[in-house]
């Protein structure tokens, strides 16, 4: 009976620990997403994870947008009006995208950036879906799909990254939030 409570304890104590780690051993699980296992702002490990896995565990509205392309309405997005100081992350995997300090009005309904945070932060796709011709951009860690590039930004890049609030997590300098 000893020797059973010992087993339980330390099986319920090692599921209710706030960080654990991923299926590769190397990426801690933030404390705000204990479901997702390949949530790290560290780790910049470029990740193969199959859709049926994000859906797994990512909630269905992030889903909706990083994994099937989808976009949040204009002008609803939690950071088109941020102007906090601080750090934004994909919000399927933690990577690092855009510092607070590039991010500008662009007045287009979603949040805007003329830069990213590191060279591999994003990647770029043709997109010339819906009769248009744009650049998709995707997180450089995971693939997600977080909106897209434009020529019309403000100085220094003159470009314009439109991205969806619901694919962005925001920490604010200092962490507080």
């Known amino acids: 009976m000893m020797l059973l409570s010992l087993f339980t ?3 319920l104590g090692c599921s209710n ?20 296992p390949y949530y790290s702002r ?10 049926a896995e994000w859906k797994k565990v990512l909630p269905d509205s992030i889903y909706q947008v990083a994994r099937n392309k989808e976009t949040e309405r204009a002008f609803t997005g939690k950071y088109v009006d941020t102007e906090s100081k601080g750090t934004y992350y994909c919000a399927a995997c ?21 830069e990213t945070r590191r060279k591999n932060s994003v990647e770029y796709v043709a997109d010339n879906s819906y009769g248009m011709i744009r650049t998709e951009v995707l997180c450089g860690r995971c693939g997600a799909h977080l909106g897209h590039l434009f020529d019309d930004g403000p100085p220094p890049t003159g470009k314009r990254y ?12 200092g962490g507080a939030k």
């Open 94 to 114: 933690g990577n690092e995208l855009f510092r607070s300090d590039s991010k500008f009005a662009s007045s287009c309904g979603w949040p805007s950036f003329f």
């Open 42 to 51: 560290t780790d910049t490990t470029v990740l193969h994870v199959s859709d």
């Open 17 to 36: 620990n706030s960080a654990t780690t991923n299926s590769n051993n190397n990426t801690m699980t933030d404390p705000q997403h204990p479901d997702n």
């Open 162 to 173: 439109c991205m969806n609030s619901i694919v962005l997590d925001f920490e604010p300098d």
């Open 9 to 11: 304890f330390l099986i």
